[in-house]
Protein backbone atom coordinates (compact mmCIF):
# COMPACT_ATOMS: atom_id res chain seq x y z
CA UNK A 1 0.00 0.00 0.00
CA UNK A 2 11.13 2.45 3.65
CA UNK A 3 13.89 3.07 5.20
CA UNK A 4 13.65 4.85 8.80
CA UNK A 5 14.94 8.55 8.64
CA UNK A 6 17.98 9.28 10.66
CA UNK A 7 17.38 9.57 14.32
CA UNK A 8 13.89 8.59 13.86
CA UNK A 9 14.94 6.17 16.85
CA UNK A 10 14.75 8.80 18.75
CA UNK A 11 11.58 10.35 18.10
CA UNK A 12 10.15 6.94 18.27
CA UNK A 13 11.05 6.32 21.81
CA UNK A 14 11.96 9.55 23.63
CA UNK A 15 10.55 7.69 26.89
CA UNK A 16 13.56 5.32 27.34
CA UNK A 17 15.51 6.02 30.39
CA UNK A 18 18.39 8.87 29.14
CA UNK A 19 15.93 10.50 27.18
CA UNK A 20 14.33 13.94 27.80
CA UNK A 21 11.79 16.66 26.07
CA UNK A 22 12.92 13.87 22.58
CA UNK A 23 17.00 14.89 23.86
CA UNK A 24 19.30 11.79 24.68
CA UNK A 25 22.18 12.56 26.77
CA UNK A 26 24.37 9.49 26.79
CA UNK A 27 27.38 9.71 29.45
CA UNK A 28 30.05 8.65 27.21
CA UNK A 29 30.08 9.55 23.92
CA UNK A 30 28.67 12.62 21.69
CA UNK A 31 25.28 12.68 20.71
CA UNK A 32 23.67 15.08 17.86
CA UNK A 33 20.09 16.02 17.89
CA UNK A 34 17.99 15.22 15.24
CA UNK A 35 16.59 18.37 12.81
CA UNK A 36 13.39 16.56 12.61
CA UNK A 37 12.94 17.03 16.21
CA UNK A 38 13.05 20.51 15.90
CA UNK A 39 15.73 20.49 18.09
CA UNK A 40 19.58 21.68 17.78
CA UNK A 41 21.42 21.01 20.61
CA UNK A 42 24.25 18.63 21.06
CA UNK A 43 26.41 17.90 23.81
CA UNK A 44 30.07 16.50 24.25
CA UNK A 45 31.22 14.05 26.45
CA UNK A 46 31.61 16.80 29.40
CA UNK A 47 28.30 18.37 28.18
CA UNK A 48 29.05 21.43 26.73
CA UNK A 49 26.34 23.05 24.69
CA UNK A 50 27.61 23.64 21.58
CA UNK A 51 25.04 24.69 18.74
CA UNK A 52 21.77 26.29 19.43
CA UNK A 53 19.23 27.37 17.09
CA UNK A 54 16.37 28.68 18.26
CA UNK A 55 14.23 28.69 15.32
CA UNK A 56 14.30 24.66 14.75
CA UNK A 57 13.16 24.80 18.65
CA UNK A 58 9.90 26.80 18.58
CA UNK A 59 8.95 29.45 20.95
CA UNK A 60 7.25 27.06 23.03
CA UNK A 61 10.17 24.75 23.87
CA UNK A 62 11.42 21.42 23.62
CA UNK A 63 8.13 19.40 23.85
CA UNK A 64 6.43 20.86 21.14
CA UNK A 65 9.45 20.95 19.22
CA UNK A 66 9.82 16.98 19.33
CA UNK A 67 6.10 16.66 18.30
CA UNK A 68 6.50 18.59 15.59
CA UNK A 69 9.38 17.22 14.18
CA UNK A 70 7.81 13.43 14.89
CA UNK A 71 5.01 14.44 12.81
CA UNK A 72 7.41 16.22 10.05
CA UNK A 73 9.12 12.33 10.08
CA UNK A 74 5.62 10.93 9.17
CA UNK A 75 6.07 12.64 5.67
CA UNK A 76 7.41 9.83 3.71
CA UNK A 77 10.49 10.88 1.65
CA UNK A 78 8.93 9.67 -1.99
CA UNK A 79 9.16 10.42 -5.40
CA UNK A 80 6.79 13.01 -7.47
CA UNK A 81 6.04 9.89 -9.58
CA UNK A 82 4.96 7.87 -6.26
CA UNK A 83 2.95 11.04 -5.12
CA UNK A 84 1.16 11.43 -8.39
CA UNK A 85 0.35 7.20 -8.75
CA UNK A 86 -1.52 7.47 -5.25
CA UNK A 87 -2.93 10.73 -5.35
CA UNK A 88 -5.12 8.62 -8.40
CA UNK A 89 -5.77 6.50 -6.17
CA UNK A 90 -7.23 8.88 -3.91
CA UNK A 91 -9.53 9.93 -6.17
CA UNK A 92 -11.50 6.75 -7.51
CA UNK A 93 -11.30 5.52 -4.37
CA UNK A 94 -13.09 8.78 -3.20
CA UNK A 95 -15.58 7.94 -5.84
CA UNK A 96 -15.56 4.08 -4.55
CA UNK A 97 -16.47 5.49 -0.76
CA UNK A 98 -19.94 6.84 -2.31
CA UNK A 99 -21.25 3.25 -3.14
CA UNK A 100 -18.84 0.46 -1.00
CA UNK A 101 -20.90 0.69 2.00
CA UNK A 102 -24.41 0.43 0.17
CA UNK A 103 -23.82 -2.41 -2.64
CA UNK A 104 -25.81 -5.07 -0.78
CA UNK A 105 -28.29 -2.36 0.73
CA UNK A 106 -28.84 -1.06 -2.87
CA UNK A 107 -29.31 -4.56 -4.60
CA UNK A 108 -31.63 -5.96 -1.76
CA UNK A 109 -33.78 -3.39 -0.42
CA UNK A 110 -34.18 -0.41 -3.21
CA UNK A 111 -33.89 -3.11 -6.53
CA UNK A 112 -35.64 -6.35 -4.75
CA UNK A 113 -33.19 -8.49 -5.49
CA UNK A 114 -33.28 -11.38 -2.61
CA UNK A 115 -30.09 -11.76 0.01
CA UNK A 116 -28.74 -15.26 -1.50
CA UNK A 117 -28.83 -13.48 -4.98
CA UNK A 118 -27.39 -10.24 -3.89
CA UNK A 119 -24.24 -12.66 -2.51
CA UNK A 120 -23.46 -14.22 -5.63
CA UNK A 121 -24.09 -11.16 -8.14
CA UNK A 122 -21.04 -9.72 -5.23
CA UNK A 123 -18.95 -12.69 -5.93
CA UNK A 124 -19.56 -12.33 -10.28
CA UNK A 125 -16.89 -9.14 -9.60
CA UNK A 126 -13.97 -11.27 -8.24
CA UNK A 127 -14.60 -13.98 -10.52
CA UNK A 128 -14.36 -11.38 -13.52
CA UNK A 129 -11.51 -10.06 -11.65
CA UNK A 130 -10.10 -13.75 -11.09
CA UNK A 131 -10.20 -14.48 -15.13
CA UNK A 132 -8.80 -11.13 -15.49
CA UNK A 133 -5.68 -11.31 -13.71
CA UNK A 134 -4.52 -14.01 -15.02
CA UNK A 135 -4.50 -12.64 -18.41
CA UNK A 136 -3.07 -9.60 -16.88
CA UNK A 137 -0.18 -10.45 -15.12
CA UNK A 138 1.61 -11.72 -18.30
CA UNK A 139 0.70 -8.40 -20.20
CA UNK A 140 2.13 -6.45 -17.74
CA UNK A 141 5.48 -8.15 -18.09
CA UNK A 142 5.16 -7.87 -21.64
CA UNK A 143 3.54 -3.92 -22.22
CA UNK A 144 3.21 -1.96 -19.85
CA UNK A 145 1.65 -1.46 -15.73
CA UNK A 146 0.32 2.00 -17.03
CA UNK A 147 -1.78 0.18 -20.33
CA UNK A 148 -3.35 -1.91 -18.31
CA UNK A 149 -4.14 0.73 -15.31
CA UNK A 150 -5.72 2.50 -18.06
CA UNK A 151 -8.11 -0.68 -19.44
CA UNK A 152 -8.80 -1.26 -15.97
CA UNK A 153 -10.56 2.38 -15.02
CA UNK A 154 -11.94 2.42 -18.32
CA UNK A 155 -13.98 -1.18 -17.56
CA UNK A 156 -14.81 0.12 -13.96
CA UNK A 157 -15.97 3.48 -15.33
CA UNK A 158 -18.70 1.83 -17.54
CA UNK A 159 -19.72 -1.41 -14.90
CA UNK A 160 -20.31 1.59 -12.10
CA UNK A 161 -22.11 3.80 -14.27
CA UNK A 162 -24.11 1.48 -15.68
CA UNK A 163 -25.11 -0.66 -11.81
CA UNK A 164 -27.07 2.43 -10.88
CA UNK A 165 -29.53 2.06 -13.67
CA UNK A 166 -30.54 -1.59 -13.64
CA UNK A 167 -33.12 -3.03 -12.19
CA UNK A 168 -33.42 -6.65 -12.93
CA UNK A 169 -30.98 -9.30 -11.13
CA UNK A 170 -29.20 -9.94 -14.86
CA UNK A 171 -28.63 -6.34 -15.92
CA UNK A 172 -27.04 -6.11 -11.90
CA UNK A 173 -24.59 -9.16 -13.22
CA UNK A 174 -23.43 -7.60 -16.07
CA UNK A 175 -22.37 -4.65 -14.37
CA UNK A 176 -20.68 -6.42 -11.71
CA UNK A 177 -18.86 -8.23 -14.45
CA UNK A 178 -17.38 -4.81 -15.95
CA UNK A 179 -16.53 -4.18 -13.03
CA UNK A 180 -14.83 -7.45 -12.11
CA UNK A 181 -12.99 -6.85 -15.61
CA UNK A 182 -11.65 -3.66 -15.16
CA UNK A 183 -10.64 -4.65 -11.42
CA UNK A 184 -8.40 -7.43 -12.60
CA UNK A 185 -6.93 -5.36 -15.01
CA UNK A 186 -6.18 -2.46 -12.36
CA UNK A 187 -4.61 -4.05 -9.10
CA UNK A 188 -1.80 -5.98 -10.61
CA UNK A 189 -0.83 -3.48 -12.91
CA UNK A 190 -1.01 -0.84 -10.35
CA UNK A 191 0.80 -2.94 -7.73
CA UNK A 192 3.56 -3.56 -10.81
CA UNK A 193 4.10 -0.01 -11.33
CA UNK A 194 4.59 0.61 -7.85
CA UNK A 195 7.31 -1.45 -7.34
CA UNK A 196 8.93 -0.57 -10.67
CA UNK A 197 9.13 3.20 -9.07
CA UNK A 198 10.11 2.36 -5.87
CA UNK A 199 12.74 0.94 -4.40
CA UNK A 200 13.05 -1.65 -1.93
CA UNK A 201 13.49 1.18 1.04
CA UNK A 202 10.64 3.12 -0.36
CA UNK A 203 7.88 0.69 -0.41
CA UNK A 204 7.05 0.19 2.93
CA UNK A 205 6.48 4.20 2.45
CA UNK A 206 4.47 3.81 -0.38
CA UNK A 207 2.42 1.15 0.70
CA UNK A 208 1.59 2.90 3.21
CA UNK A 209 0.76 6.27 1.97
CA UNK A 210 -1.15 4.92 -0.57
CA UNK A 211 -3.68 2.66 1.72
CA UNK A 212 -3.87 5.75 3.91
CA UNK A 213 -4.49 8.27 0.64
CA UNK A 214 -7.43 5.65 -0.43
CA UNK A 215 -9.13 5.48 2.69
CA UNK A 216 -9.13 9.21 3.18
CA UNK A 217 -10.92 9.04 0.11
CA UNK A 218 -13.40 6.64 1.19
CA UNK A 219 -14.02 8.08 4.00
CA UNK A 220 -14.96 11.13 2.80
CA UNK A 221 -17.09 9.41 -0.14
CA UNK A 222 -18.96 7.17 2.60
CA UNK A 223 -20.11 10.60 4.54
CA UNK A 224 -20.77 11.82 1.46
CA UNK A 225 -23.01 9.56 0.46
CA UNK A 226 -24.86 8.56 3.12
CA UNK A 227 -26.00 11.95 3.10
CA UNK A 228 -26.84 11.27 -0.49
CA UNK A 229 -28.84 7.88 -0.51
CA UNK A 230 -32.05 6.97 0.33
CA UNK A 231 -33.75 3.65 0.41
CA UNK A 232 -36.87 5.38 -0.43
CA UNK A 233 -35.26 7.01 -3.47
CA UNK A 234 -33.62 4.85 -6.35
CA UNK A 235 -31.99 8.20 -8.28
CA UNK A 236 -29.83 8.74 -5.21
CA UNK A 237 -28.04 5.66 -5.91
CA UNK A 238 -27.82 5.95 -9.41
CA UNK A 239 -26.44 9.78 -8.55
CA UNK A 240 -23.73 8.36 -6.00
CA UNK A 241 -22.73 5.56 -9.02
CA UNK A 242 -22.19 7.93 -11.52
CA UNK A 243 -20.25 9.95 -8.98
CA UNK A 244 -18.11 7.05 -8.90
CA UNK A 245 -17.97 6.39 -12.46
CA UNK A 246 -16.68 10.21 -12.79
CA UNK A 247 -14.04 9.23 -10.37
CA UNK A 248 -12.50 6.44 -12.64
CA UNK A 249 -11.75 8.84 -15.32
CA UNK A 250 -10.61 11.87 -13.99
CA UNK A 251 -7.45 8.57 -12.57
CA UNK A 252 -7.47 8.09 -16.41
CA UNK A 253 -6.65 11.55 -16.71
CA UNK A 254 -4.28 11.63 -14.46
CA UNK A 255 -2.46 8.56 -15.74
CA UNK A 256 -2.51 9.44 -19.18
CA UNK A 257 -0.83 13.14 -18.75
CA UNK A 258 1.48 12.19 -15.34
CA UNK A 259 2.44 9.18 -14.81
CA UNK A 260 5.16 6.55 -16.50
CA UNK A 261 5.13 3.52 -18.88
CA UNK A 262 6.83 1.68 -15.69
CA UNK A 263 7.85 -0.62 -17.92
CA UNK A 264 9.45 -4.07 -17.23
CA UNK A 265 12.76 -4.07 -16.91
CA UNK A 266 13.32 -7.60 -18.36
CA UNK A 267 10.87 -8.69 -21.45
CA UNK A 268 12.74 -11.27 -22.47
CA UNK A 269 11.70 -13.53 -19.77
CA UNK A 270 8.02 -12.45 -20.15
CA UNK A 271 6.71 -15.74 -21.35
CA UNK A 272 7.85 -18.32 -18.68
CA UNK A 273 4.20 -18.22 -17.38
CA UNK A 274 3.01 -18.83 -14.00
CA UNK A 275 4.98 -22.39 -13.69
CA UNK A 276 7.83 -20.82 -11.46
CA UNK A 277 5.41 -18.20 -9.27
CA UNK A 278 3.39 -21.54 -8.69
CA UNK A 279 6.87 -23.50 -7.11
CA UNK A 280 7.70 -20.36 -5.26
CA UNK A 281 5.98 -22.18 -2.28
CA UNK A 282 6.93 -19.04 -0.10
CA UNK A 283 5.33 -16.81 -1.88
CA UNK A 284 2.37 -18.81 -2.09
CA UNK A 285 2.41 -19.12 1.56
CA UNK A 286 1.85 -15.66 1.56
CA UNK A 287 -0.53 -15.35 -0.68
CA UNK A 288 -2.86 -17.81 1.13
CA UNK A 289 -2.50 -16.20 3.98
CA UNK A 290 -3.73 -12.92 2.31
CA UNK A 291 -6.83 -14.56 0.54
CA UNK A 292 -7.92 -15.82 3.78
CA UNK A 293 -7.77 -12.37 5.70
CA UNK A 294 -9.81 -11.42 2.36
CA UNK A 295 -12.74 -14.02 2.99
CA UNK A 296 -12.78 -13.47 6.90
CA UNK A 297 -12.22 -9.90 6.94
CA UNK A 298 -12.40 -7.35 4.12
CA UNK A 299 -15.28 -9.17 2.61
CA UNK A 300 -17.62 -9.14 5.23
CA UNK A 301 -16.59 -5.36 6.25
CA UNK A 302 -18.49 -4.42 2.59
CA UNK A 303 -20.89 -6.76 3.05
CA UNK A 304 -22.10 -8.92 5.60
CA UNK A 305 -21.58 -6.32 8.46
CA UNK A 306 -23.79 -3.64 6.69
CA UNK A 307 -25.86 -5.93 5.53
CA UNK A 308 -26.40 -7.88 8.72
CA UNK A 309 -26.64 -3.95 11.02
CA UNK A 310 -28.99 -2.89 8.14
CA UNK A 311 -31.80 -5.47 8.02
CA UNK A 312 -31.11 -7.45 11.72
CA UNK A 313 -29.50 -4.45 14.44
CA UNK A 314 -32.24 -1.78 12.56
CA UNK A 315 -28.94 0.50 12.15
CA UNK A 316 -29.64 3.50 9.86
CA UNK A 317 -28.74 3.68 6.81
CA UNK A 318 -26.65 7.05 7.35
CA UNK A 319 -25.03 5.33 10.48
CA UNK A 320 -23.66 2.56 8.56
CA UNK A 321 -21.80 5.54 6.40
CA UNK A 322 -20.25 6.84 9.32
CA UNK A 323 -19.19 3.04 11.20
CA UNK A 324 -16.89 3.15 7.76
CA UNK A 325 -16.07 6.41 8.09
CA UNK A 326 -14.78 5.44 11.61
CA UNK A 327 -12.61 2.56 10.22
CA UNK A 328 -11.32 4.89 7.24
CA UNK A 329 -10.59 7.75 9.90
CA UNK A 330 -8.59 5.88 11.88
CA UNK A 331 -6.49 4.19 9.08
CA UNK A 332 -6.30 8.01 7.63
CA UNK A 333 -4.88 9.11 11.24
CA UNK A 334 -2.89 5.67 12.13
CA UNK A 335 -1.61 4.03 9.27
CA UNK A 336 2.04 6.29 8.78
CA UNK A 337 2.52 5.91 12.56
CA UNK A 338 1.65 2.28 13.04
CA UNK A 339 3.77 1.71 9.75
CA UNK A 340 6.89 3.71 11.70
CA UNK A 341 6.36 1.36 14.97
CA UNK A 342 6.28 -1.79 13.46
CA UNK A 343 9.31 -1.12 10.54
CA UNK A 344 11.92 -2.75 12.90
CA UNK A 345 9.51 -5.68 13.24
CA UNK A 346 10.27 -8.98 10.71
CA UNK A 347 6.97 -8.70 8.48
CA UNK A 348 5.42 -12.04 9.23
CA UNK A 349 5.03 -10.90 12.71
CA UNK A 350 2.97 -7.39 11.86
CA UNK A 351 0.91 -9.49 9.82
CA UNK A 352 0.59 -12.09 12.89
CA UNK A 353 -0.64 -8.90 14.89
CA UNK A 354 -3.46 -7.72 12.44
CA UNK A 355 -4.93 -11.10 12.83
CA UNK A 356 -4.69 -10.48 16.90
CA UNK A 357 -6.84 -7.04 16.06
CA UNK A 358 -9.19 -8.78 13.70
CA UNK A 359 -9.90 -11.32 16.99
CA UNK A 360 -10.64 -8.38 18.88
CA UNK A 361 -12.47 -6.47 16.07
CA UNK A 362 -15.03 -9.48 15.51
CA UNK A 363 -15.16 -10.30 19.59
CA UNK A 364 -16.57 -6.59 19.83
CA UNK A 365 -19.04 -7.43 17.07
CA UNK A 366 -20.43 -10.16 18.84
CA UNK A 367 -20.74 -7.17 21.81
CA UNK A 368 -22.89 -5.24 18.91
CA UNK A 369 -24.56 -8.08 18.04
CA UNK A 370 -26.52 -8.27 21.31
CA UNK A 371 -27.82 -4.38 20.96
CA UNK A 372 -29.85 -3.02 18.26
CA UNK A 373 -29.75 0.94 16.76
CA UNK A 374 -27.59 3.44 18.04
CA UNK A 375 -26.09 1.74 20.80
CA UNK A 376 -25.41 -1.45 18.08
CA UNK A 377 -24.22 1.47 15.88
CA UNK A 378 -21.70 2.72 18.44
CA UNK A 379 -20.49 -0.71 19.21
CA UNK A 380 -19.66 -1.02 15.27
CA UNK A 381 -17.35 1.70 15.06
CA UNK A 382 -15.50 0.46 17.98
CA UNK A 383 -15.32 -2.81 15.57
CA UNK A 384 -14.62 -0.60 12.85
CA UNK A 385 -11.49 1.18 14.76
CA UNK A 386 -9.85 -1.91 15.97
CA UNK A 387 -10.65 -3.49 12.73
CA UNK A 388 -8.71 -0.68 11.23
CA UNK A 389 -5.52 -1.63 13.18
CA UNK A 390 -5.50 -5.02 11.46
CA UNK A 391 -5.81 -2.99 8.09
CA UNK A 392 -2.59 -0.48 8.83
CA UNK A 393 -1.10 -3.49 10.06
CA UNK A 394 -1.07 -5.80 6.72
CA UNK A 395 -1.22 -3.02 4.43
CA UNK A 396 2.28 -1.67 6.22
CA UNK A 397 4.00 -5.44 5.44
CA UNK A 398 2.08 -7.60 2.94
CA UNK A 399 2.36 -5.42 -0.32
CA UNK A 400 6.07 -4.58 -0.05
CA UNK A 401 6.85 -8.29 1.18
CA UNK A 402 5.05 -9.76 -2.40
CA UNK A 403 6.93 -7.00 -4.40
CA UNK A 404 10.43 -8.17 -2.39
CA UNK A 405 9.78 -11.63 -3.32
CA UNK A 406 9.38 -10.94 -6.77
CA UNK A 407 11.67 -11.04 -9.76
CA UNK A 408 11.72 -8.02 -11.74
CA UNK A 409 11.44 -10.12 -14.83
CA UNK A 410 8.33 -11.61 -13.67
CA UNK A 411 6.70 -9.01 -11.45
CA UNK A 412 3.35 -8.75 -13.08
CA UNK A 413 2.64 -12.56 -13.03
CA UNK A 414 4.22 -12.10 -8.99
CA UNK A 415 1.39 -9.49 -8.37
CA UNK A 416 -1.58 -10.92 -10.34
CA UNK A 417 -0.93 -14.09 -8.44
CA UNK A 418 -1.30 -11.87 -5.57
CA UNK A 419 -4.41 -10.21 -6.92
CA UNK A 420 -5.51 -13.72 -7.24
CA UNK A 421 -6.33 -14.06 -3.70
CA UNK A 422 -8.08 -10.98 -3.58
CA UNK A 423 -10.28 -12.16 -6.14
CA UNK A 424 -10.89 -15.54 -5.19
CA UNK A 425 -11.23 -13.96 -1.35
CA UNK A 426 -14.08 -11.54 -2.92
CA UNK A 427 -15.88 -14.53 -4.90
CA UNK A 428 -15.68 -16.39 -1.58
CA UNK A 429 -16.58 -13.76 0.78
CA UNK A 430 -19.79 -12.17 0.00
CA UNK A 431 -21.53 -15.30 -0.33
CA UNK A 432 -19.57 -16.62 2.59
CA UNK A 433 -21.21 -13.86 4.46
CA UNK A 434 -24.79 -14.11 2.66
CA UNK A 435 -24.76 -17.63 4.06
CA UNK A 436 -24.22 -16.84 7.41
CA UNK A 437 -26.45 -13.73 7.29
CA UNK A 438 -29.60 -15.76 6.03
CA UNK A 439 -29.49 -18.95 7.55
CA UNK A 440 -29.15 -20.11 11.28
CA UNK A 441 -25.57 -19.31 11.02
CA UNK A 442 -26.47 -15.48 11.73
CA UNK A 443 -26.17 -15.72 15.53
CA UNK A 444 -22.56 -17.11 15.76
CA UNK A 445 -21.15 -15.27 12.33
CA UNK A 446 -18.97 -13.00 14.62
CA UNK A 447 -17.32 -16.01 16.46
CA UNK A 448 -17.05 -17.73 13.48
CA UNK A 449 -14.79 -14.99 12.13
CA UNK A 450 -12.92 -14.54 15.23
CA UNK A 451 -11.84 -18.24 15.42
CA UNK A 452 -10.31 -17.52 11.52
CA UNK A 453 -8.48 -14.84 12.72
CA UNK A 454 -7.07 -17.29 15.54
CA UNK A 455 -5.67 -19.30 12.70
CA UNK A 456 -4.17 -16.17 10.82
CA UNK A 457 -2.13 -15.19 13.91
CA UNK A 458 -0.81 -18.74 13.97
CA UNK A 459 -0.46 -18.59 10.59
CA UNK A 460 1.65 -15.11 10.66
CA UNK A 461 4.11 -17.09 13.30
CA UNK A 462 4.49 -20.31 11.24
CA UNK A 463 5.78 -17.80 7.75
CA UNK A 464 8.33 -15.98 9.37
CA UNK A 465 9.73 -19.29 10.19
CA UNK A 466 10.22 -19.81 6.41
CA UNK A 467 10.18 -16.74 4.26
CA UNK A 468 13.67 -15.32 3.60
CA UNK A 469 15.22 -12.66 5.68
CA UNK A 470 15.71 -10.48 2.70
CA UNK A 471 12.01 -10.24 2.35
CA UNK A 472 11.09 -10.68 6.02
CA UNK A 473 13.57 -8.41 7.79
CA UNK A 474 12.62 -4.76 6.83
CA UNK A 475 15.22 -3.06 4.93
CA UNK A 476 18.35 -1.89 6.77
CA UNK A 477 17.93 -4.71 9.82
CA UNK A 478 19.22 -7.58 7.65
CA UNK A 479 22.04 -9.34 9.10
Known amino acids: ?15 LAGDCCGIRLPPQRPSTGDPRLGI ?19 ASGGVLGSTAGYLRGLRPDLPPRVWTVVAGGAVSALGNGFVMPYGSIYLHVVRGIPIPEVGGILSLSALASLAMAVVGGPLVDRTSPR ?10 TAGFGYLGFVTTLP ?15 YFPAIAAMLAAITTRAERTSAASLQYAANNLGVGIGAILGGIIVSTSHAASFTTVYLIDAASFVAFAMLVVILVPSGSPAARQAAGAGYRAVLRDLRFMAVVGFNGVVVIAAYAQLDSAVPLYARVFLAVPTAAIGLILAANTGFIVIAQL ?4 AVRRLPRSRAMSLGGLAWMAAWLIGEVASLNRGLTAAAWLGLFAVVFGVGECLLSSTIGPLVADLAPAHARGRYMATFNLSWSVGLLVGPSVGGILVGSFLRPSMWLIFAAISLVLVVWGRLLGQHLPESANIPPGLVR
Open 147 to 156: ALILTGLLAQ
Open 1 to 15: MMASAPGSQLVARPW
Open 40 to 58: GLSFTEDTQLQEFDPETLG
Open 171 to 185: AAALAMLLIGIGAGC
Open 337 to 340: PIAR
